[in-house]
């Protein structure tokens, strides 16, 4: 009985805990847009003092629905928009722009709508298809990034 309920206990707490949304760093996603142009890609712009973006992350990302739907239909990453690094996405190197307080790629992929979190949905080649701004709760999130 008590090898039952330990066996019990670790499957469940797999399925609880198991359920994350599988974020690349940029790199990593240009080599999977590079073998799977194909399938859309999520990138989750944030900054580390917004509290909707902390919010976010503890309610929304971590709903075991959103994880599963996210890693199931996209190419997910998360980026802090407010980096000063130099990085590169999809070939193309971006930089902070001090007058806007952000990263070039953030200014680029939201159109200039500077407003976190905010969530870009584009293809493989770089076309935006969705800019999702703000928080949103989990049924909302996931209405809302289908595409």
């Known amino acids: 009985m008590k090898s039952s309920l330990v ?9 609880l805990f198991g359920q994350e949304i ?7 996603a240009s080599k999977e847009i590079k073998a799977h142009p194909e399938k859309p890609v999520l990138i989750n712009f944030y ?9 976010l992350d503890k309610e929304t990302f971590a709903n075991a629905q959103v994880s599963e739907y996210v ?9 802090d928009a407010e980096t000063k690094d130099m990085v ?14 952000a990263n070039y790629l953030a200014y680029a992929l939201t159109n200039g709508q500077l407003s ?13 298809n969705k800019i999702v701004l703000g928080y949103r ?5 996931i209405t809302d990034i289908k595409i």
């Open 137 to 141: 709760s989990s049924s909302d999130f």
């Open 22 to 28: 599988k974020w690349l760093s940029l790199e990593e």
């Open 47 to 55: 900054t580390t003092w917004c509290g909707f973006c902390k919010r």
């Open 116 to 128: 976190y979190p905010a969530t870009v949905l584009m293809n493989g080649k770089g076309d935006i």
């Open 71 to 79: 890693n199931n239909n996209y190419i997910a990453v998360k980026f």
């Open 7 to 15: 066996i019990a206990t670790l499957i469940l707490s797999s399925f």
């Open 88 to 101: 590169k996405f999809m070939g193309i190197q971006y930089t902070y722009i001090a007058p806007a307080k």
